[in-house]
């Protein structure tokens, strides 16, 4: 490991420190088990419209690893560091399932601990792939121990502050590294979708009861989340479909810069031609 990544690891833990000194400490709400939408429609059970979703979310890892096993049956480094999520996300449909059959502290442990694995794991690849294929693979290991330690801490300490941070942080650094970082493969910008639709759950999981509210009692927060959580393995499987090894490695904001300048280029062009003035000239007539 070489001095800039140490630096960075120090800097990323003294950080930590001091957001754990200056900040208090983030109980979990036993109002969060109280869902908006409790109707009981099938098999005894008031969450039906949280618990359902998990058998989609079943077809959605299917399919996952179906594309992994076809598209990258040739490549040994992808498919491995792609299939390490599969069991992940499937424990994550059985563990939330298990938690709304009757969601309390004890149940939640394990909706919470495997989709923090299947999410840390993710980050990890991105490492991988965007930054060095070392990194990544060192980064594995504290990834996920710092996921599993964060739902320790939680659990024994009722402090949600480690989980707040190993949840979110990610979902800010990977779209700013997907901009700035030349990707590997194509259709990187499925990165970004997944990163938004995962922040996008975050935000739905906290207006549970307001989004019930506003849709008039047709669907809450809480299952607009698990729709779009589900959407995160979606969109890694578009992508993983879909991509190529990238000739020319250039970041999206490089991309994006190229077609802003072609842009205004065209613009500037149509606006010059518009601008044309004619002359009239004119006509001697010849005897």
């Known amino acids: 490991m070489n001095k800039r990544s140490v630096y960075g690891w120090v800097v990323a833990i003294l950080c930590f420190i001091i957001l754990m000194v200056v900040t208090p400490a983030i109980p979990q709400s036993q109002e969060y088990h ?146 700035l970082l030349p990707p590997m493969y194509t259709h990187s910008l499925y990165w970004l979708w997944a990163a938004g639709f995962y922040l996008l759950a975050k935000v739905e999981e906290a207006a549970d009861k307001p989004i019930y509210k506003w849709t008039h009692h047709i669907v809450s927060g809480h299952t607009l989340k698990h729709l779009c959580a589900a959407m995160v393995p979606v969109f890694l499987t578009l992508m993983l479909a879909k991509r190529s090894i990238e000739t020319e490695r250039i970041s999206l904001l490089q991309t994006w810069k190229i077609s802003w300048t072609r842009i205004r280029k065209n613009d500037s062009e149509v606006e010059n031609y518009s601008s044309t003035t004619y002359t009239s000239v004119p006509v001697v007539e010849t005897s």
């Not at 990258?72 to 992940?88: G, Q």
């Open 34 to 179: 109280n869902f908006a939408d409790q109707r009981d429609l099938f098999f005894g059970n008031s969450n039906n419209f949280n618990f359902n979703y998990y058998y989609y979310l079943l077809i959605i890892i299917k399919v996952y690893d179906l594309v992994i096993k076809i598209e990258f049956r040739d490549t040994e480094y992808t498919e491995c560091s792609f299939e390490f999520p599969i069991p992940c996300v499937a424990a994550v449909a059985f563990g939330s399932g298990y938690y709304h059959l009757k969601p309390d502290d004890d149940r939640l442990v394990w909706d919470r601990l495997p989709m923090t694995v299947a999410f840390t794991s993710i980050v990890a690849i991105f490492i991988l792939e965007r930054i060095d294929e070392r990194k990544g693979t060192v980064s594995i290991i504290p990834l996920l121990l710092a996921g599993v330690i964060s739902i320790a801490y939680w659990r024994f300490f009722d402090d949600l502050r480690p989980y707040a941070v190993v949840q979110f942080v990610p979902c800010i650094a990977i779209p700013i590294m997907a901009i």
